[in-house]
């Protein structure tokens, strides 16, 4: 059995899949790729066919963003396993550093890293979005505090401060089967490390930009954010950590640093 594997959640055709796809495929650490979906097609099943990747159907009943993502974190046994968004793209060292990283730290819960945007298929290393996560990171900087539940849950007090397709879980260190499962539509992710904030064990930040997240006018975020219902979201998490009359601030404030999210 591998020790990790990129599961690529796949859904519908997106033209960037590929890309994804050979990102993964081009690891210093050869680690498993498999391709999860919702929604097979003959898209998905020849560039499977192309690559030599298993397609692994997702036939529950229940769907939606939150239940697809723990649908591809449990699809495979492997030790860790990194959810690969399928419009975004990994550099080469990322899963050996990834797996360097775990080895150090066998109590870890997660392990991720820092990433860049890719816009206009230039990347971006800096701008504000970016600048205030790896402000709100500062805490796991310090290794001995990363095992300690409040300065786990410091880091998602103001704001979701982890990049999700930067993740990779340590799947035997989770007791909770479903971490990401809500009604939730944009942070489906926050959700998952607020619940697993409270279990036993590290939250392991890898400071190199090793991921890209790509945004672009139809990735799920920027059309999210068009439709007003990130802001709900928002208070509903900040609501986890803060009253109310704070977590209503830090929602306007918060806010701000969506506009980078923004196409230019």
Not at 194 to 222: A, Y
Request: glycine letters at 2%; one cysteine or more.
């Amino acid at each position: 059995m591998a020790l990790h594997t990129f599961v690529v959640l796949a859904y519908k055709e997106s033209i960037y899949l590929e890309t994804c796809i050979k990102s993964v495929l081009n690891q210093k650490y050869k680690s498993d790729v498999v391709i999860a979906t919702s929604t097979p097609n003959d898209f998905i099943y020849n560039l499977a066919n192309k690559y030599n990747l298993r397609v692994i159907v997702n036939n529950e009943q229940k769907h939606g963003i939150g239940y697809d993502f723990d649908f591809a974190r449990t699809c495979v046994n492997s030790e860790l396993v990194t959810i690969a968004h399928q419009d975004d793209i990994y550099e080469y060292d990322y899963s050996n550093e990834v797996i360097q990283a775990y080895k150090k730290n066998q109590d870890s819960l997660i392990v991720f890293t820092d990433y860049f945007e890719v816009r206009n298929h230039k990347k971006v290393y800096s701008n504000t979005n970016l600048k205030i996560k790896r402000l709100l990171l500062t805490p796991l900087k310090v290794h001995n505090l990363t095992n300690f539940k409040l300065f786990k849950r410091s880091v998602l007090a103001f704001g979701n401060s982890i990049c999700c397709p930067a993740v990779t879980f340590c799947n035997k260190n989770i007791s909770l089967k479903e971490i990401f499962a809500s009604d939730l539509k944009c942070d489906v992710d926050w959700l998952a490390w607020e619940r697993v904030s409270k279990e036993k064990g590290r939250f392991i930040f890898v400071n190199k930009p090793l991921m890209g997240h790509r945004i672009h006018e139809e990735s799920t975020t920027t059309s999210i954010i068009e439709g007003n219902i990130r802001g709900k979201e928002d208070l509903f998490m900040f609501k986890k950590f803060w009253p109310e009359f704070i977590a209503k601030f830090l929602t306007k404030a918060f806010a701000y640093s969506e506009k980078s999210n923004e196409v230019k």
